[in-house]
C-alpha cells in the first residue's frame, strides 16, 4: 500500500517537473535567460560570479532551440552588451558590440578608432571607480571609454602581452566586432573574427546576482540588479 502510494506520488512529480520542462526550456531558448560568468574578460563591467540577465527578445524572436528567426525588430547596436555562440569553438561569450556592419574599426595602443573617429578616453573617477574592485584598483589601468551614445569603463593590464593594436578592418554586412572590457585579456574579435548576427542569442541587461568564487561562494549584495 506504501509502495503503491509512493509511486503514484512520484509520478505526479515527475509529470509536474516535465510540464515544467516542458514550458520553462523554450522560454529560456527564445525569451529570456540567465548567464553565469565564469570568467574575467568582461571586469570591471561584469565579473566573476556574476549571473547576467539575457533579453533574448531584445532584437528579435527564434523559434526556440534554432537560430531560425520568426520576427526582427531591431539589431544590435555599438556598445549593447551581448551574449553570444564563439565562431571560434561554440561556446557562449559575453561581449560588447564595438563595430556593427558597414564601419571601419581600428585600434592603436588600446584605443579605438571608429570610422576614422578617435573615440575618447578619459580617467575613471567618482561612482565609475568605485565599482572597480578593491583588488583590482592597483594592479591595473582603468579609463572610461566613450563609444557613440554609450560610456563604459575597461581595463588595461599594460605589462600583459595582448593585441593593442590593429590597422583598420570593415565589419562586414550581416556581422559584428566585439571586444571584451577587459582588453588585453578577452577572447574577441581580435582573435576569432566577426560574430554574424545569427550568432548573437540576445542582449545582457543586467546582473541579477553575483558571487564572490574567492571568498567561499558568498553573495556579493552591491552587485545584486546592477544595471549594465
Sequence with gaps: MAQAKWLRLCKEWGKAALIALVIVLPLRSSIADWYEV????????IIEGDRVFVNKLAYDLKVPFTTWHLAKWSDPGRGDVVV???PADGVRLVKRVIGVPGDLIAMQNDR???????????PVSGEAFRKVLVGDRDDYRFLQESLPGK?????LTP???AMRSFAP????EGSYFVMGDNRD??????YIGFISRDRIMGRALAVVMSFNYGNYHLPRLNRFLLPL
Excluded at 579605438?112 to 578619459?122: A, F, M
Excluded at 560610456?151 to 581595463?155: A, E, R, S
Excluded at 585579456?185 to 581580435?190: E, I, L, W
Aim: net charge positive; no cysteine; hydrophobic share 25%.
Design 38 to 45: 565564469p570568467t574575467g574578460s568582461m571586469k570591471p563591467t
Design 169 to 172: 578592418v570593415r565589419v562586414p
Design 185 to 190: 585579456n578577452s577572447a574577441d574579435s581580435r
Design 112 to 122: 579605438l578608432t571608429v570610422n576614422g573617429n578617435p573615440v575618447e578616453y578619459q
Design 159 to 161: 605589462d600583459q602581452p
Design 84 to 86: 553570444l555562440k564563439s
Design 151 to 155: 560610456n563604459h569603463t575597461v581595463m
